[in-house]
């Protein structure tokens, strides 16, 4: 297969499909999706048959807006490729696949970012399989393709005193200051997605006279109540300097005025906390862009939470609930094993000689 005639980063980026085409709820509608997937295949051979076949397996898999843009982005980026090329989207062969692996890491994107976009094409293809748009031969050859060297979960975490360095670097003397200590300390406490966080209302807090929780929803629509704990009083303290506390049906966490003075009524969109943990690492001393490898992000709040319940004495089933994983491995994956750990479980051993040895 011949090489492109422009670059490959320059025809990956060449297709990116506008993050607002679709509505704002957290399930999309099947119309929406469909208009989507159609705008983005509408040059494609097969496109409309391809929309069809894959709307359902969307629908189904995906459950938030961003998911579906990530993934839409993607098909979209290899198919564009594809068409450089002069190869029809039901025509791809495993082979095909393979170049565009070489292509992407040519383009100097990373095996986590190239295994993302290669776990996408298996899922499309597999349902264009299912739909009798290509052989099932051709879908299984093209789910062989993988790339080695991926680290599962590799999102760097903080240490518990880097967590509380970053919180006391937030300056509560503003109105951001304190929204910002609250957002990043319900982030700590409750590792929520961000989706979960963002989405929260006024009227989703809740308290017993004893605690303060916040109702979340998060993956897969899944309704859950989170505790506070330390989180309440920086959570409350916002409310009340924000006079947000009648508004039940208001965003809880909402983006400034340019001004600074007052706050927008809707919610943060999903790239204003990763910026925020950017920031006070910065002002905490802590170099964001190193440690880990990766770089520290808003994820790396939630893996930060799940290392400090289970290196605090919660069981893995106890941060598994916590976490709100399907699957207790992924919450294995989570936990960053030190080589203390050999020693910690050794010294729980309890075989132990009584008396006095003869």
Same mark, same amino acid.
């Given at each position: 297969m011949a090489e492109p005639p422009a670059s490959a980063l320059a025809i990956l980026t060449s297709s990116r499909v506008p993050a607002d085409d679709l509505i704002e709820a957290e399930t999309p509608a099947a119309g929406k999706v469909a208009a989507f997937l159609a705008r983005s295949l509408e040059a494609t051979a097969g496109g409309s048959d391809m929309t069809t076949a894959l709307v359902p397996? %969307?629908?189904?898999?995906?459950?938030s807006n961003h998911s579906v843009h990530a993934y839409g982005r993607d098909l979209n980026d290899f198919l564009r490729h594809m068409q450089v090329q002069g190869i029809a989207a039901l025509a791809v062969t495993a082979d095909h696949v393979k170049l565009y692996k070489r292509a992407l890491l040519e383009a100097g994107m990373t095996p986590a970012t190239v295994a993302r976009r290669l776990s996408v094409l298996r899922g499309a293809y597999q349902q264009l399989a299912a739909k009798g748009l290509v052989s099932w031969e051709t879908a299984q050859d093209i789910a062989a393709v993988r790339i080695s060297g991926v680290q599962k979960n590799s999102t760097p975490s903080l240490t518990q005193r880097q967590a509380i360095a970053l919180l006391e670097a937030i300056p509560t003397? $503003?109105?951001?200051?304190?929204?910002?200590?609250?957002?990043?300390?319900?982030?700590?406490?409750? *590792?929520? @997605?961000? $989706?979960?966080? %963002?989405?929260?209302?006024?009227?989703?807090?809740?308290?017993?006279?004893? #605690?303060?929780?916040?109702?979340?929803? #998060? +993956?897969?629509?899944?309704?859950?109540? +989170?505790?506070?704990?330390?989180?309440?009083?920086?959570?409350?303290?916002?409310?009340? $300097?924000? *006079? %947000? *506390?009648?508004? +039940? #049906?208001g965003p809880l966490f909402r983006p400034l005025r340019p001004n600074g003075l007052g706050l927008v009524r809707r919610h943060l969109d999903r790239k204003t906390p990763? @910026?925020?943990?950017?920031?006070?690492?910065?002002?905490?001393?802590?170099?964001?862009?190193r440690l880990g490898g990766r770089g520290i992000g808003i994820h790396s709040l939630r893996k930060t939470a799940i290392n400090d319940a289970i290196r605090n004495g919660a069981t893995m089933h106890e941060v598994r609930e916590f976490a709100g994983h399907?699957? /207790?491995?992924?919450? #294995?994956?989570?936990?960053?094993? +030190?080589?203390?750990?050999?020693?910690?479980?050794?010294? @729980? %051993?309890? /075989? @132990?000689?009584?008396? $006095?040895p003869r």
């Open positions: 397996w %969307i629908c189904d898999a995906l459950q003397d $503003s109105l951001q200051g304190k929204r910002d200590l609250a957002l990043m300390s319900v982030f700590f406490l409750t *590792g929520c @997605r961000v $989706s979960a966080v %963002i989405g929260a209302c006024v009227g989703h807090l809740e308290t017993d006279g004893v #605690e303060h929780y916040l109702h979340v929803t #998060e +993956k897969r629509n899944k309704k859950r109540r +989170k505790i506070l704990l330390d989180a309440a009083r920086p959570v409350l303290a916002y409310v009340k $300097s924000a *006079g %947000i *506390g009648d508004d +039940k #049906e990763w @910026r925020l943990v950017k920031k006070y690492c910065e002002a905490a001393g802590i170099d964001h862009q399907a699957d /207790i491995r992924t919450t #294995e994956l989570y936990f960053v094993r +030190k080589e203390e750990d050999a020693e910690v479980a050794a010294r @729980r %051993i309890q /075989i @132990r000689v009584t008396g $006095s």
